[in-house]
C-alpha cells in the first residue's frame, strides 16, 4: 500500500489506475517489483486477489478493518464483521500473510532493533515470578504502600479519583444535534486527558521505587544532610530525567561531596603541616581530645547558670559523673530557654496531603502528625460529635490514643474551623 502525500489535491496530476485507467485514490497498490514507470493499481475494482488466490482486495481490506475494530485474536467477531470467510479462514489467512509473511521479516526486525536501542540505557524492568502481596484494606502494608494493590497495578484511591463523574449522565443518541454532539465529544476528550495524567503519575511513582514511600526515606537517609537536600531539590525534575539518570546524578553527587570532604581534611593536614598519615592520626586524636575539654568547658559554663539553684548543680554533677564514666546522661540539663521545639513535619510526598487545605497542612506541621493519622483522627471526632451532638475534650482523648497536648491542639483546630462544637 502507498500513499499519495506526494501528488497535489488535482485529481488530474495522480497516475493513473493501470486497470481501469481512473485516477487514483486511497487506499491504492504499488507493485514493489514493476517500473519504471510504477504500476499503480487502485482497489475501485476489488475482485482481483492480491495476496491469496481465494482472497479478494475487497476482503483484504474488511479482514484488516475486522482486526482494528474487534482486535487481534477475536476471530470469531472478525468473522462475524467480514461476513464472507469462517472464523478459522481468518485467523489462517491472517498470520500467514499478516504475521509470518517473510517480506515483512525485515521490517519487523528493523522496529524491534530500534525499540531495543531506544531502551537501551533506560532501567531493567522487573518482572516477578511470585505471586504479588495482596495486603488488606487499612493494614499497616496496605498504608505503607500507599493503598497500592500490585495484583491489579492500581491504587484504591487514584489520582483525580472523581474523574468518571463527568460522564456518568453523558448518552450519545442519533437525535442529538451537531453542537450538542461536539459538547459531548469535548468532555470525553477532557475525561481522556485527564486519564492520561493519571497513567502519568502513575507511571512515575513505578518507576522511581515511591509505591513503599517509607523504604524510599530510609534510602534517602544514608546520604549526607547535604545531598539530603539536594535529593529534596532534585526530586521535581526525576519525572523528566528518568529513575536511572536521576538515581546517576544523586550517585555522582554524592560522591563528589565525599571527595570534597576528603580533600578539605587533607587540606587541613596541609595547613597544620603534617606530611604523613601517622602524624595525620595523631593529630585527630589531639583534635578530639581538646574537642572534648571544650565541651567540658561548655558544661562548665551552664552550671555556672545555675550555682544560686542546689538542685540544679546536683543535676549536673550526677551528669558529668555519667559522661565521665562513659554513659549517656540520664537526666537533662534545664534551660532558661525552655526545651527546644522540634522543626515543622515536612509534608512533601505524605499520602493524604493533597486532602488538606492550608489550615490543616500547617496544623500537621506544627504538631508533627502525618496527614493519613490526621484525616483518621478528624473522622473519629466527627462522628462522634454527631453522634452525641457535641463533644468535650475528654472524649476526644479517649478516643485518640495520643500525647494529650496534640490531642488538645488538635481539638482546639476542630472547634475554632467548625468542624465539631462543644458538648
Known amino acids: ?35 519504471p514507470p510504477p504500476f499503480f493499481l487502485c482497489l475501485q475494482t476489488s475482485d482481483f486477489p492480491v495476496l491469496d488466490p481465494s482472497w479478494t482486495a475487497q476482503e483484504e481490506m474488511a479482514l484488516l478493518e475486522a482486526v482494528m475494530d474487534c482486535g487481534f485474536g477475536n476471530w470469531q467477531d472478525v468473522a462475524n464483521q467480514m461476513c464472507t470467510k469462517t472464523k478459522e479462514e481468518c485467523e489462517k489467512h491472517y498470520m500467514k500473510h499478516f504475521i509470518n509473511n517473510p517480506l515483512f521479516a525485515s521490517t519487523l526486525l528493523n522496529l524491534k532493533q530500534a525499540e531495543e536501542a531506544k531502551t537501551a540505557d533506560t532501567a531493567i524492568p522487573f518482572h516477578s515470578t511470585d505471586d504479588p502481596p495482596r495486603p488488606t484494606f487499612d493494614s499497616l502494608l496496605s498504608r505503607d504502600m500507599a493503598g497500592y494493590m500490585p495484583a491489579r497495578a492500581d491504587f484504591i484511591e ?56 517509607r523504604k524510599f526515606q530510609l534510602m534517602e537517609r544514608r546520604y549526607p544532610k547535604e545531598v539530603q537536600d539536594l535529593y529534596e531539590t532534585m526530586r521535581r525534575f526525576a519525572r523528566i530525567v528518568g529513575p536511572v539518570e536521576h538515581d546517576k546524578f544523586i550517585e555522582s553527587h554524592a560522591l563528589e561531596f565525599e571527595l570534597r570532604r576528603e580533600i578539605k581534611r587533607l587540606q587541613e593536614y596541609r595547613t597544620a603541616g603534617i606530611t604523613n598519615f601517622c602524624s595525620a592520626r595523631t593529630y585527630d586524636h589531639l583534635k578530639k581530645t581538646r574537642e572534648e575539654e571544650r565541651l567540658k ?16 548543680c546536683q543535676q549536673w554533677l550526677r551528669r558529668q559523673a555519667d559522661i565521665d564514666s562513659g554513659l549517656s546522661p540520664s537526666i537533662p540539663m534545664a534551660s532558661n530557654s525552655g526545651r527546644r521545639s522540634a522543626p515543622p513535619l515536612n509534608l512533601t510526598g505524605l499520602p493524604g496531603t493533597e486532602k488538606l487545605n492550608e489550615k490543616e497542612k500547617e496544623l500537621c506541621q506544627m504538631v508533627r502528625l502525618v496527614p493519613g493519622a490526621y484525616l483518621e483522627y478528624k473522622s473519629a471526632l466527627l462522628n462522634e460529635c454527631n453522634k452525641q451532638g457535641g463533644l468535650r475534650l475528654a472524649q476526644a482523648r479517649a478516643l485518640i490514643k495520643i500525647d494529650v497536648n496534640k490531642t488538645r491542639k488538635i481539638y482546639d483546630f476542630l472547634i475554632r474551623e467548625g468542624y465539631i462544637t462543644k458538648g
Open 1 to 35: 500500500m502507498d500513499r499519495l502525500g506526494s501528488f497535489s489535491n488535482d485529481p488530474s496530476d495522480k497516475p493513473p489506475c493501470r486497470g481501469c485507467s481512473s485516477y487514483l485514490m486511497e487506499p491504492y497498490i504499488k507493485c514493489a517489483e514493476c517500473g
Open 158 to 213: 487514584e489520582f483525580d479519583n472523581y474523574a468518571e463523574w463527568d460522564l456518568r449522565d453523558i448518552d450519545f443518541v442519533e437525535d442529538d444535534s451537531d453542537i450538542l454532539h461536539a459538547l459531548k465529544m469535548a468532555v470525553v476528550d477532557i475525561y481522556h486527558s485527564r486519564l492520561k495524567e493519571r497513567q502519568r503519575r502513575k507511571k512515575i511513582i513505578r518507576d522511581h521505587g515511591l509505591i513503599n514511600l
Open 297 to 312: 568547658r561548655t558544661m562548665l559554663s551552664e552550671v555556672l547558670q545555675y550555682i544560686q539553684d542546689s538542685s540544679a
